[in-house]
């Protein structure tokens, strides 16, 4: 999975927040590019996750659709914030606050994803306390036993059901939804892809960057990109999930694009009598 690893920074031994204590050290050099960011890339690129699920839940609240997509939204953007802070310092604390999060909004994902056939701002407490209870262990276990494998099954887990509840709805209920769907699930396995890449070809791509141009090296950082593809591929699968719950209640939402690049869902007016 995500090999321990660690090079001495060209600018201090340490840098600004000291030796790294999380059990995790990716394939970025360590302050390399500043004596405040352990890894720089690594941790600008978590702005795709904050950013826009931000607006998202501001726009998901000002068109007065349900609650648990306003979540959805900023469960995301806490994520970015937690592998912002978890990249920037090292330090285990923060890769907690990365880490758990991640158990936390996908928890958010999978109730959106499998309560959007019921009645409008229905409550389903028993779905809630079973994610709940899920969370709870993950968490309880994770911090007795830290072993980050245990945290990627986890969390894989989740996303296996997504994907699957997913698959379900654009096969048998909104065909419609397919391009949107199988978008979402490529854009977030071409970011799971270059995830590997950076854990097992390491070596490779340190030695490569010795001999590259710093602007041609940051593209390189492949655990950067995770970040890039798997926020607009999470984001993607939220408008996906808010969409077939439309669909269901009969609402309309427009698809309105950021600077003509990021997809974003603007509900209509309700039609009054």
Same mark, same amino acid.
């Given at each position: 999975m995500a090999p321990s690893l660690h090079v001495p920074s060209r600018l201090s031994p340490a840098g600004f927040w000291g030796s790294p204590t999380s059990t995790l050290?990716?394939?970025?050099?360590?302050? &390399?590019v500043s004596n405040y960011v352990a890894e720089f890339w690594n941790t600008m690129s978590n702005l795709i996750m904050i950013l826009p699920p931000a607006y998202g839940a501001l726009r998901t609240f000002k068109d007065?659709?349900?609650?648990?997509?306003?979540?959805?939204f900023l469960g995301l953007a806490a994520v970015g914030v937690g592998s912002w802070c978890f990249h920037m310092t090292?330090?285990?604390?923060?890769?907690?606050?990365?880490e758990l999060p991640m158990i936390y909004s996908c928890c958010v994902f999978v109730y959106c994803l499998f309560e959007c056939f019921k009645h409008e701002n229905s409550i389903n407490y028993i779905v809630i306390t079973i994610l709940g209870g899920f969370s709870t262990v993950v968490t309880v276990v994770y911090l007795l036993w830290k072993e980050p494998v245990f945290h990627?099954?986890?969390?894989?887990?989740?996303?296996?059901?997504?994907?699957l509840r997913s698959v379900y709805i654009v096969t048998w209920v909104y065909p419609c939804l397919r391009p949107l769907c199988?978008?979402?699930?490529?854009?977030?396995?071409?970011? &799971?892809?270059?995830?590997?890449?950076?854990?097992?070809?390491?070596?490779?791509?340190?030695?490569?960057?010795?001999?590259?141009?710093?602007?041609?090296g940051a593209v390189t950082q492949f655990h950067a990109w995770w970040h890039v593809f798997t926020?607009?591929?999470?984001?993607?699968?939220i408008l996906l999930s808010l969409q077939s719950r439309a669909n269901y209640l009969k609402r309309r939402l427009r698809v309105k694009f950021i600077c003509g690049v990021w997809p974003v869902l603007h509900a209509e007016p309700r039609k009054t009598r």
């Open positions: 050290d990716w394939c970025e050099e360590n302050y &390399f007065g659709l349900e609650t648990r997509y306003v979540f959805a090292l330090q285990y604390e923060m890769q907690l606050l990365d990627q099954v986890m969390y894989g887990a989740l996303v296996c059901c997504l994907v199988y978008t979402s699930l490529s854009v977030f396995l071409l970011g &799971f892809l270059l995830w590997n890449v950076d854990n097992l070809l390491c070596d490779t791509l340190r030695n490569s960057r010795q001999s590259l141009p710093p602007v041609i926020g607009l591929g999470s984001h993607l699968h």
